[in-house]
């Protein structure tokens, strides 16, 4: 194990026994990642494979590497955040194994050297990337490294539209799964998990009440419906902000107020991003808004949230509680900007539920075994997780509750299966 730390690239081997506590508590919450491990440590399929991972580096995605390590692979993990890494937990993941090169508080530089560090350790044979940055060198810089590439997966919805932008311009070098498009994925990591952490993130760090105030949703993909749902049970008035009409109208349906930006701006307490896209609040959304409104980003990237144009309305931010900053205008009001623009609930949070997080890294998982079972087979695009996967997943987690579901007579699935009825 020692071996591993020496390799590594970490702040602090020392902090390793917190991250221990922090792996275990989650590993006692993942069902199906302990079922997975129990059977892919019995037979080791990914023996001989090297697993190149940037993903937000945290306990849950810890454990998921420690899986792939049980089931035969050898395991490079990096953070694809500065700013969500946990040092302790990635001082632990090196003790038991994992080869890590990450800190809290990475630089620019030193993000990217860790990124590249990884892929130089690794020359994958599998990838699994958080946003498409280890994708991004494997076809622009570091072209060599991914010579040995059977494929990867992508975890994260801006991450898959890089992945289908590369593939419209003909690109892409490897196949690439695009897990976050699995049903188990993104049903319920990304409602459930985004509106639960990134509200949680918002409360935990601001010590204030979201009952009463408005809420404004910026987007309403299924990040954005999560975080509009949670915060109406908690009692807030939620307003979306979209641009493409069919959301807009989803929207409406389910009950909340739609609105642009420049009006809504004018209105909100608390302002949440979650669309993918760059400078979604700008300058002359800063200029409207209420003293005292609350700026957090659900988004992969810290661009929603335009922070040139918030530091020249409001000047050097200021740290007026851990992860909060202030922003003061030459008027006198003040704006509060969590976790630097980055996303709020990884940044300035623990991230998504465990429970959540099982799902979709039990998909990340059985992903990788498909990969390494068409090997050779697949072509050179973004491709769906099958559906054999998601139902496996679905399943695994209903008996872990201890849930039955019916299920079809074959006379129901002849009568499904006919267009004679």
């Known amino acids: 194990m020692q071996s591993k730390v020496s390799a590594s690239t970490l702040r602090d081997p020392g902090l390793a026994p917190s991250g221990h506590q922090k792996i ?10 302990n079922q997975l491990e129990k059977e892919l440590g019995a037979t080791r399929p990914f023996a001989g494979q090297r697993v190149a991972m940037s993903i937000h580096l945290e306990a849950k995605t810890a454990y998921m590497a420690l899986v792939f390590a049980a089931a035969g692979a050898e395991v490079f993990l990096t953070g694809s955040n500065p700013l969500s890494t946990q040092d302790d937990v990635a001082a632990a ?36 990337d958080d946003g498409g940055d280890l994708t991004y060198l494997l076809h622009t810089s570091h072209k060599e490294l991914g010579e040995g590439l059977i494929g990867g997966s992508e975890e994260t919805s801006t991450g898959v539209q890089r992945l289908r932008a590369m593939e419209a311009e003909g690109v892409l070098r490897f196949p690439m799964v695009a897990v976050n498009h699995a049903r188990m994925k993104h049903l319920f990591d990304n409602r459930y998990g985004t509106g639960q952490s990134t509200m949680e993130s918002i409360m935990r760090n601001t010590n204030l009440s979201i009952a009463g105030k408005r809420v404004v949703v910026a987007g309403y993909g299924w990040c954005g419906k999560g975080v509009a749902m949670r915060a109406r049970g908690l009692g807030a008035r939620v307003i979306v902000c979209e641009v493409d ?21 004018a209105l909100g307490d608390i302002f949440v991003t979650v669309t993918g896209c760059e400078k979604v609040i700008r300058r002359e959304h800063f200029a ?9 980003n659900a988004g992969h990237f810290d661009v929603e949230i335009y922070k040139p144009d918030l530091e020249a309305w409001g000047g050097k931010p200021v740290r007026v509680r851990p992860n ?7 008027d006198g009001r003040r704006l509060y900007l969590i976790g630097e623009g980055r996303l709020a609930n990884l940044a300035a949070g623990d991230g ?24 050779g087979k697949l072509e050179k695009r973004v491709i769906q997780v099958p ?30 299966k006919s267009w004679q009825v």
Do not use: C, K
């Open 387 to 416: 559906a054999e996967i998601d139902a496996r997943v679905a399943e695994t987690r209903l008996r872990a509750l201890g849930v039955e579901i019916d299920r079809l007579t074959p006379e129901q699935e002849q009568y499904i």
């Open 352 to 375: 998504h539920p465990a429970e959540v997080m099982d799902l979709s890294f039990a998909v990340q998982i059985l992903t990788h075994l498909w990969l390494l079972e068409n090997r």
């Open 324 to 330: 909060v900053d202030a922003y003061t205008g030459a």
């Open 245 to 265: 009409p069919v959301l807009a109208n989803e929207a409406l349906m389910d009950g909340f107020d739609v609105m642009p930006m420049i009006r809504a701006a």
């Open 288 to 296: 409207v808004m209420r003293d005292g409104a609350i700026l957090a």
């Open 24 to 33: 275990d508590w989650v590993r006692a919450h993942m069902p199906i990642l």
């Open 93 to 128: 993941a090196a003790e038991r194994g994992v080869t890590v090169h990450a800190w809290h508080g990475a630089t620019a530089e030193e993000y990217t050297e860790h990124l590249v560090r990884t892929l130089q350790a690794a020359r994958p044979t599998l990838l699994l």
